[in-house]
């Protein structure tokens, strides 16, 4: 049974930074996208960033562009997600996801797998 474990969350001031980290158990981890989104309080899930099975394909959402970084170590079964130059509108409960298919990478129904969320709150 595939199970996916976010860690790394925290309280961080406006300006910091923190890592995120999403290990996998029970998956063949290297079969699968995996995603990185996140829902604010009374808003709705949003998409984050995605990366490949191989790590060559990466996309971002807009706003967090030329901040955060999303990697994986297959050998280690864990994806990462290095969050630098932190805003106040980026608290949210971050998840990770992770899915089979290629396409649609921003779409969060296309992901098979879930984790339960690590929370991230940047104070101003």
């Known amino acids: 049974q595939v199970q996916l474990v976010e860690s790394g969350g925290g309280l961080v001031q406006a300006g910091g930074s923190l890592r995120l980290s999403c290990a996998c158990f029970?998956?063949?981890?290297?079969?699968?996208?995996m995603g990185w989104f996140r829902q604010a309080p009374g808003k709705e899930r949003k998409f984050v960033a995605a990366?490949?099975?191989?790590?060559?394909?990466?996309v971002y959402e807009d706003s967090v562009k030329g901040r955060f970084t999303i990697s994986r170590d297959n050998a280690k079964n864990t994806m990462y997600l290095q969050m630098n130059a932190l805003k106040p509108e980026d608290t949210a409960v971050y998840y990770c996801?992770?899915?089979?298919?290629?396409?649609?990478?921003?779409?969060?129904?296309?992901?098979?797998?879930w984790g339960q969320g690590t929370q991230v709150t940047v104070s101003s």
């Open positions: 996801a992770a899915k089979t298919s290629v396409v649609d990478n921003r779409r969060g129904e296309r992901y098979d797998y």
């Open positions: 029970g998956c063949t981890f290297s079969r699968y996208t």
């Open positions: 990366i490949s099975w191989s790590g060559v394909s990466i």
